[in-house]
């Protein structure tokens, strides 16, 4: 119940919502202006008020007689009409721009003709030469005009009579021809038992629409539906007064006063008939090729422009273009249109973003594959990995697989001091791992020890791996392999038959301890050893042999001085050590230790050999050479105080 309730109510309160409007647009009044005085020539519009038809489509009409200081088409557009009943002239006036619009042409033919006496003879248009014609200029007796022209007949070969709207100038002879109506004027002489000759354009091709029920546009625009109504109303009342003709004349009578007889009124419904034609068209159609011959007509006669438009002037025109829907299928329509639109945009915006996503999927597929010859390039040919926190490998590329001989697997789990080789200092590793574990990245040359045992040199960049957080979670290396440039550096310092730094090392050597001497004030000495008689041995057993002896004391020199010492071939016989942070004592210890020890060496076919030692400490802001010659010096007091001695200076 209450499911109908909620169905039902709305239904009505829409019907009563219908009911209301229509109660009050009931009321809406209009005038209708006719073109000329009440008779039968307007006979479906008092039908359609009479008989209710304008009631029942909501129109209260007011149906008013032509006044003579005013036009029909005046009336309307002054808004003193909102309906007018007017000749072809409407095309006319829509040509010269005036907004009219033909509703419904009534009269199929124009019932205006020139009417002459039968006695006089003139029965067509040529007779008419030289004599006097009566008739109006008005845009409504075009007819007359267009039948003239048609037929080569010019104005001045007759003489114009003003119009004075009476019959009896034909019967008087002032004119020989006067305009008539076929509704009209030929009862009246019929009347008289006067015979007359009717002149009519239609017989001369010239065939005007008359009695055309017409609005302004605006009304048009206002409210389409509305005069459409009113059409149909009016037609209605047409219909209704063709077939009921003696109850128009009654009203002719009483409502719609007119001074013609019963007789004149009937004569007047037939030939009314005859122009209406009933039976051949719907009371009140348009002719769209009509209405193109009559204007044509217009413009032949010089009326109006060659070019002039009556574009609008045909009522169906706006109804075509404003055929009403009911208010919910608008909505529907347009929503219809709105979904439709959506739909199509989503449809296209899907086909670009599925194109989009194509082409970018075939991007990302492209760079994919960039990437991954680069990352292989890489893998392939730098040597990085990662550790954590605690030094732990957790990733090795091929490139450090191949130089370190370790498989990945090997590697990854193993501390990264496996690839550490014994001879890197302490003191480097303490740098670097004090470098990384503030976060900041370090930079060096290490050598390595490869799984064979091996070694080999890189140039290391270590970073360290922060997190999101900024926290160091781990680190990374990118290593060089320098292995090659070691090598070739080591050539290039390295006293090629002992394996001791050359000459040009121990200079470059001097020159940095010196400075590094002086900056932070350190100790440093030197001591330069000569084997004693070496030419001996060169010339008993030969130079190989001399060579040999000279290997074996280099090895004992290498061998037993610290680390930090700097041990070299100074030339030939002749070797120099140069102590680091090292006092003259020290020095003195250390040149001791190395004189007993070759003392004690028995070098193989050539025995027992001796060196002697000459000892300096470096002074402050002493030059290289000022040490050496002092060194020297030691040396040489050495040999002359017996050799196989140390002797410091
Ligand atoms: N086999 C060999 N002999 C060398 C080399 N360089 C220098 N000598 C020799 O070392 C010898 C040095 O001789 P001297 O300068 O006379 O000195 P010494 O014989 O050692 O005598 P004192 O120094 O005075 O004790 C020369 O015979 C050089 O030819 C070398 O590379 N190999």
């Known amino acids: 119940m209450l499911l109908l309730t909620r169905k039902v109510l709305p239904v009505f309160i ?14 809406e009044k209009v ?17 359609a008020k009479e008989k209710g038809y304008y009631a029942e489509a909501g129109f209260d009409v007011t149906i008013e007689q032509r006044d003579p200081l005013i036009t029909p088409t005046e009336a309307v557009l002054s808004n003193k009409a909102d309906f007018g009943v007017m000749g072809s002239s409407i095309i006319l006036d829509r040509m010269k721009g005036l907004p009219l619009v033909a509703l419904g042409a009534v009269f199929q033919h124009s019932p205006l003709v020139l009417i002459t006496l039968e006695s006089s003879k003139l029965l067509g248009p040529y007779e008419l030469k030289g004599k006097k014609v009566m008739y109006s200029k008005g845009n409504d007796d075009a007819t007359f005009f267009a039948m003239f022209h048609q037929l080569g007949i010019k104005e001045s070969d007759f003489t114009h009579i003003r119009q004075s709207f009476d019959s009896d100038s034909l019967i008087r002879g002032e004119a020989d021809a006067i305009s008539a109506y076929l509704t009209n004027q030929p009862f009246y002489f019929k009347e008289k038992g006067i015979n007359i000759q009717v002149i009519n354009p239609l017989n001369y091709g010239i065939d005007f629409y008359d009695d055309i029920l017409f609005t302004s546009e605006q009304t048009v625009r206002k409210n389409p539906q509305r005069v459409r109504q009113f059409v149909e109303a009016s037609m209605k009342g047409w219909r209704y007064a063709l077939k009921n003709k003696s109850e128009v004349f009654s009203w002719l009578a009483t409502k ?21 034609l009933p039976d051949i068209v719907d009371i009140g159609h348009i002719s769209r090729g009509r209405f193109q011959r009559i204007a044509d007509i217009y413009k032949q006669q010089g009326l109006v422009a060659k070019n002039a438009s009556y574009d609008g002037v045909i009522f169906t025109d706006y109804l075509e273009k404003n055929k009403a829907l009911p208010l919910w299928a608008k909505v529907l329509f347009v929503i219809a249109i709105a979904s439709l639109l959506l739909v199509l945009t989503l449809f296209a915006l899907n086909r670009r973003l599925k194109k989009m996503v194509a082409i970018r999927a075939k991007e990302l597929s492209q760079a994919e594959t960039h990437l991954a010859r680069y990352i292989d390039i890489v893998d392939r040919y730098v040597i990085s990995s990662q550790t954590d926190l605690n030094g732990i490998i957790i990733d090795a590329s091929k490139a450090f697989c191949e130089v370190s001989g370790y498989s990945k697997k090997e590697l990854i789990g193993q501390p990264h001091s496996i690839v550490r080789h014994p001879d890197t200092s302490n003191a480097t590793y303490q740098e670097l791992w004090g470098t990384i574990t503030k976060g900041k990245p370090w930079g060096g040359e290490l050598k390595n020890i490869a799984k064979d045992g091996s070694c080999y040199w890189l140039d290391a960049k270590i970073d360290p791996i922060k997190n999101e957080a900024g926290d160091i979670c781990g680190y990374i290396s990118i290593r060089q392999n320098i292995t090659d440039k070691k090598q070739i550096e080591k050539l290039s310092i390295t006293d090629s038959l002992t394996g001791l730094n050359n000459r040009l090392r121990l200079d470059e050597v001097l020159v940095n301890e010196f400075k590094r001497m002086s900056r932070y004030s350190l100790q440093l000495s030197l001591i330069i050893c000569d084997i004693d008689f070496f030419k001996e041995v060169n010339d008993n057993y030969g130079h190989l042999i001399g060579d040999e002896v000279l290997v074996s004391i280099a090895k004992i020199l290498r061998l037993h001085c610290r680390d930090v010492d700097v041990v070299g071939r100074w030339g030939g016989e002749e070797f120099l050590i140069i102590c680091r942070e090292t006092n003259i004592d020290g020095a003195m210890i250390v040149a001791e230790k190395l004189r007993a020890l070759i003392e004690d060496h028995i ?16 002074m402050p802001k002493e030059t290289v050479e000022e040490a050496l010659k002092r060194a020297d010096q030691a040396l040489y007091r050495a040999k002359e105080s017996g050799r196989n001695k140390v002797v410091c200076q």
């Open 256 to 276: 719609y006063p007119s001074n013609k007889s019963i007789d004149h009124l009937r004569f007047e419904a037939e030939q009314t008939e005859n122009m209406i």
């Open 14 to 27: 829409l019907i009563s919502g219908l009911l209301l409007t229509h109660a009050t647009s009931a009321n």
């Open 31 to 47: 005038v209708l202006q006719l073109k000329w005085l009440h008779q039968f020539q307007f006979a479906g519009y008092y039908a």
């Open 603 to 618: 070098f193989p076919q050539v025995g027992h050999k001796t060196a002697s030692f000459g000892v300096t400490l470096v």
